[in-house]
């Protein structure tokens, strides 16, 4: 035990250092999505109050802050610029701990989950921790580091819950949730499971409490925005939007807005784009129910397709031999986490059926994608996935190791997930080919 404890200290440490070293070497600076959370939270910080554009400061009504994903992660630095002024590298620094801190939880959750196998919640946190596209992600100001730190601390106390229910556990499920939704709206279903288990339970009372204390912490946001902007918001008006463009006629499945779309988002508040967008979509799914489903059969394929691998990104431009370095990387590692570990979700479900924790924890890996399929794919999109992928990997290896590989939940485990990422990526190939194709001679 007091081995296990001291590797995953080192495996922690040496992850760490591994993104503050690439945070430090690349030096990325603030552009797009990351551009306008650091405006932000710099405007936040200087008593400007929560816009994106500083000159909106006496009328933030005007201001369209609103659109981007928030504002957990806003806050987070926020509370960085006013402790020690707009300096990114503190970011880097405290991204490095926060992802740290994620791959120790990693390590406790596969601890919780299968505490048989000893060795394995060390390979299922190396899995994570080393990953190239999750260390990639700690070198930006991009929502995604803190968002994994906050899941997987919600997941991890959500399941010592569940093991030995209590009011410190309770509270902290509530406020961890709470804390979740804020960052990323797309927690809002592992919450609404909960809720069903409790309820399901009978236990209204702990369902009451829970509920009450993530809309502690969300219904002071959504009521201060509804009343600056003069409609109903939750978190963030990126919703409505964002399902119009990635489920229109003209959609791809990513992030590819038609001139139509273009045109009215820059004539337009994200608040009516927001409700316009929800508009849009259920006409579209009345209107082409079969183009519908074909699009949700191609973003599905997109998400779970071998060819997306992260480093076609701008800001590597400028390094060439990293870029193409860190695809290959990710390539190899994506295409072990997602042939392992979807084949682990399988064998984990079917041999551990009557395993409530167990089949909670698949559950809570279906709903990742679930949360963002329906809406637009990206390959960062897919990161929250990964380590439950991790963790199931890990599962698959001893797994295979303890009964052989021609044990039938295996090779069926096995089987089935190769079957799906070939059809997922075959499909992304027939599609995209020539998009992929212009991917790889950037990169290489």
């Known amino acids: 035990m007091v081995e296990s404890s001291r590797s995953i200290l080192w495996c922690a440490l040496i992850a760490a250092v591994i993104s503050m070293a690439l945070s430090f070497h690349w030096q990325f600076p603030p552009r797009v999505d990351a551009g306008a959370y650091d405006n932000i939270a710099w405007n936040f910080a200087r008593g400007f109050g929560y816009v994106e554009d500083a000159g909106n400061a006496a009328h933030p009504e005007l201001d369209d802050g609103i659109v981007r994903v928030g504002p957990g992660y806003q806050f987070f630095l926020a509370g960085i610029y006013a402790l020690f002024g707009h300096r990114i590298w503190i970011v880097w620094v405290l991204q490095a701990i926060l992802h740290a801190i994620s791959t120790v939880l990693v390590f406790r959750i596969a601890g919780l989950l299968f505490p048989v196998y000893k060795s394995l919640p060390l390979l299922a946190a190396i899995l994570f921790g080393f990953s190239p596209d999750i260390l990639f992600m700690t070198t930006m100001l991009l929502t995604e580091t803190l968002f994994l730190c906050v899941l997987l601390g919600s997941l991890y106390v959500t399941l010592v819950f569940f093991k030995n229910p209590g009011w410190a556990g ?30 399901a339970r009978k236990e209204f009372s702990r369902a009451v409490i829970f509920a009450a204390l993530v809309v502690l912490l969300v219904a002071p946001w959504s009521f201060f925005m509804s009343h600056r902007y003069g409609a109903f918001i939750l978190t963030t008006t990126a919703g409505g939007y964002d399902l119009w463009v990635g489920n229109n006629p003209g959609a791809t499945g990513g992030f590819d807005k038609t001139p139509e779309i273009q045109v009215f988002r820059n004539t337009h508040h994200s608040v009516e784009a927001d409700r316009v967008g929800k508009e849009k979509y259920f006409a579209f799914l009345m209107e082409h129910p079969i183009q519908f489903i074909e699009l949700q059969i191609r973003k599905t394929a997109l998400y779970f397709s ?15 031999v990293d870029r193409a370095l860190l695809a290959i990387l990710s390539t190899v590692w994506t295409a072990v986490l ?107």
């Open 306 to 320: 071998l060819l997306r691998p992260t480093g076609n990104w701008l800001d590597l431009q400028f390094f060439p």
């Open 338 to 444: 997602f042939g392992l570990g979807i084949a682990g979700l399988i064998a984990f479900g079917l041999s551990a059926r009557s395993d409530f924790y167990a089949r909670f924890f698949v559950i809570f890996a279906v709903l990742q994608p679930i949360a963002v399929i329906p809406i637009i794919v990206a390959t960062r999109y897919r990161y929250a996935l990964f380590p439950f992928l991790a963790i199931a990997t890990a599962y698959m290896v001893g797994h295979i190791r303890e009964l052989g590989a021609k044990d039938t939940t295996i090779r069926s485990a096995i089987m089935g997930a190769g079957i799906f990422l070939f059809a997922a990526t075959l499909y992304d190939v027939v599609l995209h080919a020539g998009e992929i194709w212009t991917k790889i001679i950037t990169i290489l």
């Open 170 to 199: 309770l509270i902290g499920m509530g406020l961890l949730w709470g804390g979740a939704i804020l960052t990323r709206p797309v927690a809002l279903l592992p919450f609404l499971l909960i809720m069903g288990v409790l309820c």
